[in-house]
């Protein structure tokens, strides 16, 4: 039998995150409300283009076919379309096979306040603001950076990749940094704190969530030996030695794993995310997702290095 949903991953996603709307957007910002519908009903079966999301979505859900009984991860599409104007949406949605059943149409408002009634643990969009909202509620949601993205079908791998402070950490850390501008403090304070687990932060449910799909994928190879794993998770933060010991440890008191981790020092993230190539990247920090292209990434608007949390 299907989990039901208070016990599924799912993950919200806007049509902005999912699809290429930039021609339809272009046609409401210049002409109004009322030319986007009849440009949507006049288009409604040109298909819409892949989004910075869609690789990510799409092998996302392929957990469910890894997992039939189970089927343990949904997607919900929120939408700021109209009912009418989102049946483009959705055909598109079935030209790509994607299975997602679950949708809400808001008619130019924003979604956010109906995130938790969907159990959701992370909500995507292109849409800064309503990315904004969701983050000021408490919610866990990131903002897909526009980009031209690559999808090779015959990749059946899922790469998630995750800044550590402030996306899967809270930004504690980090603080005593900006504060002081001192990196010597900063790996003072680390190596003293080295056993003490850093909080949460944003995005934990979701990584924890994710290596719990892991475990599961780990425990059937050691059962069939010809199953090929389809997730693997990095970690790429600006943390080198003596403060990556932090990072392991708090890793290791919360009882999660993961693939790859690098310690940068200062080496750009972009020279390891153009080999590893993710389907999705997590980071709290615009300038390290300025200068990537070709790679899905996602910025989280949380804490210091943001305006938006306090």
Do not use: C
């Amino acid at each position: 039998m299907p989990y039901p949903i208070e016990k599924k991953l799912v993950i919200v996603i806007s049509s902005s995150a999912l699809f290429d709307l930039s021609d339809s957007d272009k046609v409401y910002k210049e002409h109004g409300l009322e030319a986007y519908r009849k440009f949507q009903e006049k288009n409604i079966d040109q298909l819409l283009p892949k989004g910075v999301a869609f690789p990510f979505i799409r092998r996302f859900l392929n957990l469910n076919m890894a997992f039939p009984e189970q089927e343990p991860v949904e997607v919900v599409l929120m939408s700021r379309n109209s009912p009418e104007t989102g049946l483009r949406v959705f055909r598109s949605i079935q030209h790509y096979k994607l299975n997602i059943s679950r949708a809400a149409f808001f008619s130019g408002t924003s979604p956010f306040k109906y995130i938790p009634a969907y159990n959701a643990t992370l909500f995507l969009s292109a849409n800064e603001e309503d990315v904004t909202n969701a983050v000021n509620a408490g919610f866990a949601a990131g903002r897909v950076i526009e980009t031209k993205i690559e999808d090779d079908e015959n990749d059946k791998e899922l790469r998630i990749a995750f800044d550590f402070d402030g996306v899967i950490a809270d930004d504690q850390s980090e603080m005593i940094y900006r504060e002081s501008n001192d990196l010597s403090k900063f790996h003072d304070h680390e190596s003293k704190m080295m056993k003490t687990p850093l909080t949460p932060g944003p995005l934990n449910d979701l990584f924890q969530k994710i290596s719990h799909f892991q475990a599961m994928e780990r425990e059937r190879q050691r059962a069939d030996p010809t199953y090929k794993r389809i997730l693997k998770t990095s970690i790429i933060t600006a943390r080198n030695a003596p403060s990556h010991e932090r990072v392991v440890y708090t890793l290791k008191e919360w009882g999660v794993d993961v693939d790859e981790a690098f310690f940068l020092g200062g080496i750009e993230k972009r020279r390891i995310l153009e080999i590893m190539k993710p389907h999705i990247f997590f980071d709290d920090q615009m300038g390290h997702l300025e200068h990537i292209e070709h790679i899905p990434a996602v910025h989280i608007p949380f804490g210091i290095s943001n305006q938006i949390i306090k």
